[in-house]
């Protein structure tokens, strides 16, 4: 722990009461963060001094605290999940800052992702474009098949598990400077179009997850690849590029 | 409802970007080597290019490639546009404070603008080049100075091969009519047809004494523009049209970025040569 040290940081946060209400960004002040705490420990800090100080704490998502459920969010000090690379808000350092740095705290902007409250937004888009296609249909009422009966190329069976590792946490269209959700569809289209067990429904399902991907407001992808970079899980530009084809070969049909 | 689905989806407007775009640089290709010609030091320059440009304006197969140059600039206009009101729109809210040069490149994040400003490029070239080729009355047909016995004489050449006097023209036995035609004055019968001559056009347009370097100076920017325009763009195209494999993206790659470098640079070379060079 002999590296571990406290800094004094200004905070400047996106505060919004609700869905209607108009936000701006509030300016606090927080002394003693260890550089060992978590980002999401230090916005817990800020909190119970807030709470001292009969305010209102700042509303922020999160859930499994370990990098693995998405729920996490935040556009720090510019970038989606701030500075560091390929991780989570709850998986950044306060060690990434130092003392006396000035640090912004925004929440995800996209008109798919409308703010309910401070850095809280609503993600819901994501769930409904999965609804529309995001699924395999398997009769599992007791005749489960065999989990190796179908054998899946050693190549494919990785790419499709490294398009499932998408958390749908959002980085990408929060990233995307037209706000746009490609690189998760992609992720999420590829992981099934890959395996034989997806491929029954591939046609349909591209084209109706597009479809609701439109329809929920997302813009279109012009390829800057900031969402690639700034992916926590590493998603690849490629499974856009495998949407694309696959929805070209659904369209055709 | 797949096919409906075909002109209006995020990522069927993103084929047509892709394909218009692609179709551009083709043009593009072709365009240039038109171009080099002027750089041509033989004495027959002048009239080598404006055989060329007769023949880009009259044959059937490449005027069939010109309206479609024409209507893939148009779409790829309007669908660019389209594109990039929607997006802006997808971001109600901008960023307080945003970094996007941490994850993409310039080039990337400005392709509307620079977009725009070759859009306008396209169409002062097309008023200064295009229309005068076109549509211009006053268009001067290509003369040759020819030594006859130790006096230089003024001729204009024919589509035929053949020569023409300047003087019967200016005496007014031989009269020019339709633009390119010559008539015989007397039976009122075409004789001949002569050849527009764009390559003096073009020398004069760059070589203007008020504003011949400015042309010059703004023909480079709007080269250096597009530069960056395919910079991006070119690849870009192969990721919408779904063509990304790791076997082939560097090859695209490294091809984009030569493309991107060196096309627009050899068009820039031409107007500089014929400011500066050229006698
Ligand atoms: C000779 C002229 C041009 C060439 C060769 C060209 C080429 C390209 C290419 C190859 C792309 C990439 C397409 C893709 O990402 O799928 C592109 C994108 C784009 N072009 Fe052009 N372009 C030209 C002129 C224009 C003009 C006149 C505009 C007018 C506004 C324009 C606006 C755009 C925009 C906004 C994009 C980005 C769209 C997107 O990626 O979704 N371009 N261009
Ligand atoms: S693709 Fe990456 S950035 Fe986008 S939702 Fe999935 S994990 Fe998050
Ligand atoms: S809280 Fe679960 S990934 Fe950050």
Redesign the pocket.
């Known amino acids: 722990m002999g590296s571990n040290k406290n800094i004094n940081i200004n905070l400047k946060i996106w505060r919004q009461k609700d869905a209607k209400s108009k936000g701006q960004i509030e300016t606090y002040k927080l002394d003693n963060v260890s550089t060992a705490s978590s980002f999401l420990e230090m916005l817990d800090q800020l909190n119970e001094q807030l709470i001292n100080e009969r305010k209102e704490p700042v509303a922020f998502d999160h859930d499994c605290r370990e990098g693995i459920c998405g729920m996490c969010s935040l556009y720090i000090n510019g970038q989606a999940h701030g500075p560091a690379s390929k991780v989570t808000t709850c998986q950044l350092h306060m060690r990434s800052f130092k003392d006396g740095d000035t640090i912004y705290v925004e929440p995800w902007r996209s008109k798919a992702f409308p703010v309910i409250k401070d850095l809280i937004v609503d993600r819901s888009a994501f769930d409904r474009i999965q609804q529309a296609g995001g699924f395999v249909s398997v009769n599992t009422s007791g005749r489960t098949i065999d989990a190796n009966a179908t054998p899946v190329p050693k190549h494919d069976a990785d790419r499709s598990f490294e398009a499932a590792a998408c958390i749908g946490c959002g980085a990408c269209v929060a990233s995307c400077k037209n706000g746009s959700a490609m690189l998760f569809v992609g992720a999420k289209v590829s992981q099934y179009a890959l395996l034989p067990q997806g491929k029954v429904e591939a046609t349909q399902r591209v084209l109706n997850m597009v479809r609701q991907m439109d329809e929920e407001g997302f813009g279109?992808?012009?390829?800057t690849g900031a969402c690639e970079v700034e992916c926590p899980k590493g998603i690849s530009l490629e499974n856009i590029a495998r949407m694309n084809r696959e929805y070209l070969f659904a369209s055709v049909k | 409802m797949a096919k409906s689905a075909f002109l209006k989806s995020s990522i069927a407007?993103?084929y047509w970007?892709?394909l218009t775009?692609?179709f551009?640089?083709l043009?593009?290709t072709g365009h240039l080597l038109g171009n080099l010609q002027l750089l041509s030091t033989s004495k027959d320059a002048a009239l080598h290019f404006n055989q060329y440009a007769l023949f880009m304006t009259t044959n059937p197969a490449v005027k069939i490639l010109s309206y479609l140059t024409y209507i893939s600039?148009i779409f790829?206009?309007i669908d660019?546009?389209v594109?990039?009101v929607q997006n802006r729109k997808a971001r109600p809210v901008r960023y307080v404070m945003n970094k996007p040069g941490k994850n993409t490149i310039w080039a990337s994040r400005n392709?509307?603008v620079?977009?725009?400003i070759?859009?306008v490029f396209?169409v002062t070239h097309m008023v200064s080049f295009w229309a005068r080729m076109h549509f211009d009355k006053a268009m001067p047909l290509q003369t040759i100075s020819i030594n006859a016995g130790g006096m230089p004489q003024e001729f204009y050449v024919t589509t035929d091969g053949g020569y023409i006097p300047k003087m019967q023209v200016d005496q007014g036995q031989i009269k020019i009519e339709n633009r390119t035609e010559f008539y015989d004055a007397g039976a009122n019968v075409k004789i001949k047809e002569g050849y527009k001559d764009l390559y003096k056009i073009t020398v004069a347009f760059f070589k203007q004494p008020q504003y011949g370097l400015l042309y010059t100076i703004l023909y480079v920017i709007s080269m250096v523009v597009?530069g960056f325009?395919?910079y991006?763009?070119?690849g870009?195209?192969f990721?919408?049209?779904g063509a990304n494999n790791p076997k082939y993206n560097g090859l695209i790659k490294t091809f984009g970025y030569a493309f991107a470098i060196i096309v627009p640079l050899l068009f820039a070379v031409i107007p500089v040569y014929i400011h500066f060079f050229i006698k």
């Open positions: 279109n992808c012009t390829n | 407007k993103k970007m892709a775009g692609l551009l640089c043009f593009l600039i790829h206009a660019g546009i594109l990039t392709m509307a620079l977009g725009t070759i859009l396209i597009l325009h395919l991006h763009g070119f870009s195209a990721q919408s049209l």
